[in-house]
């Protein structure tokens, strides 16, 4: 019998296929073995992702289980799901989780959400955890460690090798802590392949490297998992062991580089080498490079003899060695062949890898590879890695470019110890109270900006060399990594405002005697001074061991200089030398909008000022959104950053998150969560997307707070009053929103007025941002708010069509001839958003 002949193509895919079954299987095999262990509950139940966990109560796990089951006292809605981390299991004594596991290499994850349980203060909770004699954590506070990284819930991940066929896993309290105790909400074991011994490490040391060796017991903590030029890789996505993969923009040195995906007709096939759960098939199949132009860059910089590289900047924990993983997948026609793309690898200025040729190492395109590099992270408490892929010209290659898919950075245990365990990151500094100095008014806190990720939010910049960005970066073998700022500021943005000396700034301070300071934040402390013998202002100086640096420094000068608005505080000037990061502002007689609404010995201010008050700021917010052709997104909204000066008139103030937005609306950009708890916005918090909406949101937070007079985030509140964001939501939705109306406004407040105000509050604050109204519209609606409150040529039939607010309708521009409110009057309110004189 004679078979038809069949395509060669139908034969290819038919083998594609049963190709990609077989390792679908593989990677299913791997994730046997998985345990999924819910903390404190009694049943099973479903996270985000579809995977049941089971509760630790009469679970296997633990037959004699100690302990206290206890549940969340409240759900922040930047949570994936309500499994494993609305209960918990604490521990005031020792006690020992003991699993089942076949001998070899396992992922254990380990959830921890911070709040309060019952009795039990969240700030009590210092602890440690070992597996078996591994320590993992010691001394840890997932309470201060979640406000430094301003996150609601944190997740450690650690590779450990089980060797008895039992993972031994015991809770701690600290004894050096009165009252302590610890707690856990979720524990995951995944095991997996030796990932980590299986290919040679280059160790990098001075200008040469060596081969790294590790024991096939030694234990890692994962700290960086990035998915280079591509989106944020859920654990449903990944490659069988349930891995999260962020996006890399965060930690850019810059914005220089393009992002770009496969080919359509590149297909990502995994080598020998490589196996398929090295990395999920999205991270090579996405890539950061310079950019090909054959043409122009091997001419311009053969030229100018300037290096052509982009850099990375990841901050870890000094005293440990680290293992960095790099990814590489040569993606895109027309880079087929050797010598096309051939660049170095350096790693804090140290050349870890020359010569570096994509499809030499793989064998073609779409053919994956990734190599290994260990290095040691000297230093006190935080370092940085620098990481710099830099074009090579040697051997001219037809395309002066570089290129990197994925990137995974892993702490090793100490040599000689069995230690993973860090230090817990600063708390972010409160303001103190503001203090009078001789019969001075109430004065500004300056510097209250949210807290900064050490681990898995971090940008601070350490070594900037600016003058560089105007002609390129000069060569990495700079050794820059002892200098932590740049020699001076930009000249773009220095020749706005007033550059003082240090000498200057010591006279107007005695000094920085103690007596001057008026506050103090997360950048440093905050003093009063005058300058020429007659202008009153508030001097912010840098403290060296802040978690903020020459990027925060940086971008509140750039900011102030090229925005300039009667409700953004004034930047009189900057002192950058000795060592010294200083800046000068206009003295805010009257400090925080938040020390006049509660916990303040202040009298309250009446609901109109209030108004003003919010009006001020939303014009503010307004003008950042469109004074430009992108826009700013401010990225931390909140009454600790509008500032009120002699004359209670808002100014918008702490700009060192801020960023430049897309200037479409609706656009946004992947960067890692910044801001304050309990005014993020939960959309922004769960997919790390920033729009103009993430400001809406926290203005809306704003707007609650100031109708309510009460903290955004109370944990000692029963648990439906936690969030005022959600309580005042719940209220709404029932009717009884003017029953938290804080008592000392509640009788100015006209029905009217009352009923706009509340319906932008909460248009503001919804889930999605497509739902919210932009800064425009609220700013617009406020305005009628005030009109409304405080004109008697209104009556009753013109307020409640003013006060009908529509998901789309919420004013957006120009006065409409539907609204029951004249178009004269609607006119003279819109006139006040055009022109920042206003009100």
């Given at each position: 019998m004679v078979l038809p002949t069949l395509p060669v193509t139908l034969i290819f895919l038919t083998l594609l296929a049963f190709l990609s079954i077989a390792m679908a299987a593989d990677s299913n095999s791997m994730a046997s073995g998985l345990i999924l262990l819910n903390c404190g509950a009694s049943g099973q139940g479903d996270d985000d992702i579809g995977r049941t966990w089971d509760g630790d109560i009469s679970s296997k796990f633990a037959p004699l289980l100690e302990g206290v089951a206890?549940?969340?006292?409240?759900?922040?809605?930047?949570?994936?799901?309500?499994?494993?981390?609305?209960?918990?299991?604490?521990f005031t004594s020792n006690y020992t989780y003991s699993f089942p596991v076949t001998a070899g290499r396992v992922f254990l994850r380990l959830y921890f959400y911070p709040i309060a349980y019952g009795n039990y203060v969240v700030s009590d909770a210092f602890f440690g955890v070992t597996a078996g004699n591994l320590v993992l954590l010691n001394g840890f506070s997932a309470s201060q460690t979640a406000q430094a990284t301003s996150s609601a819930y944190l997740v450690r991940e650690y590779s450990v090798n089980v060797s008895s066929g039992s993972l031994d896993l015991t809770f701690a309290p600290s004894t050096h802590q009165t009252g302590s105790y610890a707690f856990v909400n979720g524990i995951e074991i995944v095991p997996t392949p030796d990932i980590f011994t299986t290919a040679d490490t280059k160790f990098v040391s001075g200008n040469h490297t060596d081969l790294f060796k590790f024991t096939a017991d030694t234990g890692f903590q994962t700290m960086y998992r990035i998915n280079v030029g591509g989106p944020y890789i859920s654990p449903k996505d990944d490659s069988g062991f349930y891995r999260?993969?962020?996006?890399?923009?965060?930690?850019?040195?810059d914005d220089s580089g393009v992002t770009f995906s496969k080919d359509d007709n590149v297909t990502i096939r995994y080598t020998p080498t490589v196996p398929n759960y090295t990395a999920p098939v999205d991270v090579y199949a996405s890539a950061r490079s310079m950019g090909q132009n054959p043409h122009v860059n091997p001419n311009f910089h053969l030229t100018h003899k300037l290096n052509y590289n982009l850099t990375w900047i990841l901050p870890v924990d000094a005293g440990f060695f680290y293992l960095l993983r790099f990814h590489f997948c040569e993606i895109e026609y027309p880079i087929t062949k050797v010598n096309q793309r051939v660049f170095f690898i350096n790693i804090n200025n140290h050349a870890a890898q020359q010569k570096v040729d994509v499809i030499l190492w793989s064998g073609g395109i779409g053919r994956t590879a990734y190599r290994d590099y260990a290095i040691m992270a000297t230093g006190s408490s935080m370092v940085d890695l620098w990481i710099a892929l830099e074009a090579d010209f040697s051997d001219q290659p037809e395309f002066t470019d570089v290129i990197l898919n994925g990137l995974e950075v892993f702490k090793l245990q100490g040599y000689g110890t069995n230690n993973l365990a860090g230090l817990n990151p600063p708390l972010p500094q409160k303001?103190?109270?503001?203090?009078?100095?001789?019969?001075?008014?109430?004065?500004?806190?300056?510097?209250?900006?949210?807290?900064?990720?050490?681990?898995?939010?971090?940008?601070?910049?350490?070594?900037?060399?600016?003058?560089?960005?105007?002609?390129?970066?000069?060569?990495?073998?700079?050794?820059?990594?002892?200098?932590?700022?740049?020699?001076?500021?930009?000249?773009?943005?220095?020749?706005?405002?007033?550059?003082f000396s240090f000498a200057e700034i010591q006279l107007v301070t005695k000094d920085f005697d103690e007596a001057f300071i008026i506050g103090r934040g997360g950048f440093g402390n905050v003093y009063s001074g005058e300058i020429d013998g007659r202008t009153k202002v508030a001097i912010k100086r840098f403290n060296q061991k802040s978690q903020q640096g020459f990027h925060e420094f940086?971008?509140?000068?750039?900011?102030?200089?090229?925005?300039?608005?009667?409700?953004?505080?004034?930047?009189?000037?900057?002192?950058?030398?000795?060592?010294?990061?200083?800046?000068?502002?206009?003295?805010?007689?009257?400090?925080t909008f938040r020390e006049h609404l509660y916990n303040t010995g202040n009298p309250p201010l009446p609901w109109q000022q209030r108004l003003e008050i919010c009006i001020g700021a939303a014009r503010g917010l307004h003008y950042l959104h469109t004074g430009t052709e992108q826009g700013i997104i401010h990225r931390d909204v909140k009454t600790t950053?509008?500032?009120?000066?002699?004359?209670?008139?808002?100014?918008?103030?702490?700009?060192?998150?801020?960023?430049?937005?897309?200037?479409?609306?609706?656009?946004?950009?992947?960067?890692?969560?910044?801001?304050?708890?309990?005014?993020?916005?939960?959309?922004?918090?769960?997919?790390?997307?920033?729009?103009?909406?993430?400001?809406?949101?926290?203005?809306?937070?704003?707007?609650?707070?100031?109708?309510?007079?009460?903290?955004?985030?109370?944990?000692?509140?029963?648990?439906?009053?936690?969030?005022?964001?959600?309580?005042?939501?719940?209220?709404?939705?029932?009717?009884?929103?003017?029953?938290?109306?804080?008592?000392?406004?509640?009788?100015?407040?006209?029905?009217?007025?009352?009923?706009?105000?509340?319906?932008?509050?909460?248009?503001?604050?919804?889930?999605?941002?497509?739902?919210?109204?932009?800064?425009?519209?609220?700013?617009?609606?406020?305005?009628?708010?005030?009109?409304?409150?405080?004109?008697?040529?209104?009556?009753?039939?013109?307020?409640?069509?003013?006060?009908?607010?529509?998901?789309?309708?919420?004013?957006s521009g120009k006065p409409s001839t539907n609204s029951t409110i004249s178009v004269s009057a609607q006119e003279a309110i819109f006139s006040d958003i055009v022109h920042p004189e206003g009100r």
């Open positions: 206890a549940n969340a006292a409240y759900e922040d809605p930047s949570l994936p799901s309500m499994v494993p981390y609305m209960t918990a299991r604490i999260s993969w962020i996006n890399d923009a965060p930690y850019r040195y303001p103190s109270g503001a203090r009078k100095y001789k019969g001075d008014k109430l004065a500004a806190i300056w510097g209250t900006t949210g807290g900064f990720a050490l681990i898995l939010i971090a940008l601070t910049i350490t070594c900037v060399i600016s003058r560089q960005k105007k002609v390129g970066k000069s060569s990495f073998k700079t050794d820059c990594r002892h200098l932590n700022r740049p020699t001076e500021c930009r000249e773009s943005t220095c020749d706005l405002v007033r550059r940086q971008t509140e000068i750039e900011m102030l200089c090229n925005f300039r608005h009667r409700h953004l505080v004034s930047l009189i000037g900057y002192c950058e030398e000795k060592n010294e990061m200083i800046l000068v502002y206009d003295y805010m007689a009257h400090g950053n509008i500032l009120l000066d002699d004359r209670l008139m808002a100014k918008v103030s702490d700009f060192g998150l801020s960023k430049a937005s897309p200037d479409i609306d609706n656009s946004h950009m992947s960067t890692v969560v910044k801001g304050t708890f309990g005014y993020l916005d939960p959309e922004y918090f769960r997919l790390q997307r920033l729009t103009k909406k993430s400001d809406v949101y926290s203005f809306g937070v704003v707007l609650f707070e100031t109708l309510c007079a009460r903290p955004v985030i109370n944990t000692e509140l029963p648990y439906e009053q936690v969030s005022l964001r959600d309580w005042a939501l719940s209220c709404r939705k029932k009717g009884v929103l003017e029953e938290i109306v804080d008592p000392c406004v509640k009788e100015e407040i006209t029905p009217q007025c009352f009923r706009t105000f509340a319906e932008i509050a909460e248009k503001c604050v919804a889930d999605r941002s497509i739902d919210r109204p932009s800064m425009g519209d609220v700013l617009w609606n406020l305005e009628v708010a005030l009109q409304l409150q405080d004109s008697a040529s209104y009556n009753s039939s013109c307020a409640e069509g003013a006060s009908s607010l529509q998901t789309s309708g919420v004013h």
